[in-house]
């Protein structure tokens, strides 16, 4: 029973078009993550929900807009996609109570092609 | 600015050898190092940590190490084995908030039977 999942882990597509990745967690974390792993394999945070709030948001464009309906769920959708969004898209969660340890549980990853 | 950097992106060991993977990092505010380890097609997934109270954690084979002053951390594997192909990636985070986990790019490990 996977811990963090991610759907689709494939999607390729043309620019201009709007799309969709889901997450769903069954740790019972209360904090959920997306991160995007480009071309150089730099893994960097672009948003961060803690039970459904907003907290982090890295200066990503507006085209992306998180949606957390949950706090088991947190999805990824990007409007008018453009070349430079191809990459490796990967959820991840965290225990928020407690010490800030860093520990992250990560999805599989939704590698994304703009064409 | 890459606050978190791995400036070895491969390293190739012999199998029952050492492995020392190398991060450094300039945020003088992080208090927590980590290292993640990420197979092909995987999510990255939790490897050892240390706090920056401590200069060494250990975890059976693997063992953390951090200079603060250097602002420098090593992973020592030993023995390698096969099993432990995949790339390392270090990371680190600041308390005080929420978990914003800063990463480095990763260095590839192959250890050779």
């Known amino acids: 029973d996977t811990a963090v999942s991610q759907t689709p882990k494939y999607l390729v597509t043309q620019m201009g078009n709007d799309k969709s990745i889901k997450c769903e967690q069954n740790?019972?974390?209360?904090?959920m993550y997306w991160y995007k792993q480009d071309s150089k394999k730099f893994l960097k945070i672009m948003f961060s929900?803690?039970?459904?709030?907003?907290?982090i948001n890295e200066t990503v464009p507006n085209r992306f807009s998180p949606k957390s309906p949950d706090k088991a769920h947190l999805n990824l959708h990007i409007n008018s996609l453009e070349l430079g969004d191809s990459a490796v898209y990967f959820c991840?969660?965290?225990?928020?109570?407690?010490?800030?340890?860093?520990?992250?549980?990560f999805g599989e990853g939704s590698r994304l092609t703009v064409l | 600015d890459q606050q978190v950097k791995q400036n070895s992106p491969s390293l190739s060991v012999q199998e029952g050898r050492i492995s020392i993977l190398n991060c450094d990092y300039t945020n003088s505010m992080f208090d927590y190092f980590l290292w993640y380890k990420k197979y092909p097609a995987e999510g990255p997934t939790f490897l050892i940590s240390?706090?920056?109270?401590?200069d060494k954690n250990e975890d059976g084979r693997f063992t953390v190490f951090l200079n603060k002053s250097a602002k420098h951390l090593s992973l020592h594997i030993v023995p390698s084995q096969p099993g432990d192909s995949a790339v390392y990636f270090c990371?680190?985070?600041?308390?005080?908030?929420?978990?914003?986990?800063?990463f480095g790019t990763g260095t590839k490990l192959q250890v050779i039977p």
């Open positions: 991840a969660s965290s225990q928020q109570s407690g010490p800030n340890t860093g520990e992250l549980f």
């Open positions: 240390i706090s920056s109270i401590k």
């Open positions: 990371a680190a985070s600041a308390g005080g908030g929420y978990q914003k986990v800063t």
């Open positions: 929900y803690n039970n459904k709030e907003l907290i």
């Open positions: 740790l019972g974390h209360d904090t």
